[in-house]
């Protein structure tokens, strides 16, 4: 069991920066690969980021690519995520989640865990 929390969402002006984070309890943490999704309103939850069990591997939605990164820390069981360059657009709940098979971490129906989201609002 794998619980999640999400934080560090907000309200930036267009062009800022925000860095979020999830905490994770259980001991299993280091046994998932964990990704960012995200959902505005009237659409459907999007796959943002996502990073391997150990770290050594991550992959990104071509629309942050350049922009996000992700990492995580398997010694204080967190993943976090750094946004710059926000626009408008990214504006949406983020939800960090965990997945079992690397191989699959773009496929939002295979992820295990969810935590609750936190907001970010990009003011144009």
């Known amino acids: 069991q794998v619980q999640l929390v999400e934080s560090g969402g907000g309200l930036v002006q267009a062009g800022g920066s925000l860095r979020l984070s999830c905490a994770a309890s259980?001991?299993?943490?280091?046994?998932?690969?964990m990704g960012w999704f995200r959902q505005a309103p009237g659409k459907e939850r999007e796959f943002v980021a996502a990073?391997?069990?150990?770290?050594?591997?991550?992959t990104y939605a071509d629309s942050v690519k350049g922009r996000f990164t992700i990492s995580r820390d398997n010694a204080k069981n967190t993943v976090n995520l750094q946004m710059n360059s926000l626009k408008s657009e990214d504006t949406a709940v983020y939800y960090c989640?965990?997945?079992?098979?690397?191989?699959?971490?773009?496929?939002?129906?295979?992820?295990?865990?969810w935590g609750q989201g936190t907001q970010v609002t990009v003011s144009s």
């Open positions: 990073i391997s069990q150990s770290g050594g591997s991550t």
């Open positions: 989640a965990a997945c079992p098979r690397w191989g699959r971490v773009g496929v939002l129906t295979e992820y295990d865990y």
């Open positions: 259980g001991r299993t943490f280091s046994s998932y690969a």
